[in-house]
């Protein structure tokens, strides 16, 4: 019924700067609440960035709080994840998620589609 689909990411310099888009598709009617989560290697996936697509308010893992926003246009049903000053730690596949329910952003279960990730690779 949705798809997600991630892309922006790359090859990046530390202290460069990267723009990943999610473009959803389908029901999209229902996705209050949109995510960025990403997994490093040999690490679990984590929360990074969620933003209620209504109401425009955001929410940051303390990780990446003022280094990377969130930011939707509803309009082309289409969630951003602005990153600067990435960091070799930031190396990592993120991923796109969407919920139709309230509960903890970092809930990994509250979130029903998921988008395939794209690598982010920040060299030194």
């Known amino acids: 019924q949705v798809q997600l689909v991630e892309s922006g990411g790359g090859l990046v310099q530390a202290g460069g700067s990267l723009r990943l888009s999610c473009a959803a598709s389908?029901?999209?009617?229902?996705?209050?609440?949109m995510a960025w989560f990403r997994r490093a290697p040999g690490k679990e996936r984590e929360f990074v960035a969620g933003?209620?697509?209504?109401?425009?308010?955001?929410y940051y893992s303390d990780s990446v709080k003022d280094q990377f926003t969130i930011s939707t246009d509803n309009a082309k049903n289409t969630v951003y994840l602005q990153m600067n000053s990435l960091k070799v730690g930031d190396t990592a596949v993120y991923y796109c998620?969407?919920?139709?329910?309230?509960?903890?952003?970092?809930?990994?279960?509250?979130?029903?589609?998921w988008g395939q990730g794209t690598q982010v690779t920040v060299s030194s």
């Open positions: 389908g029901r999209t009617f229902s996705l209050y609440f």
């Open positions: 933003i209620s697509r209504s109401v425009g308010g955001t």
């Open positions: 998620a969407a919920s139709s329910r309230l509960g903890r952003w970092e809930n990994q279960q509250r979130y029903d589609y």
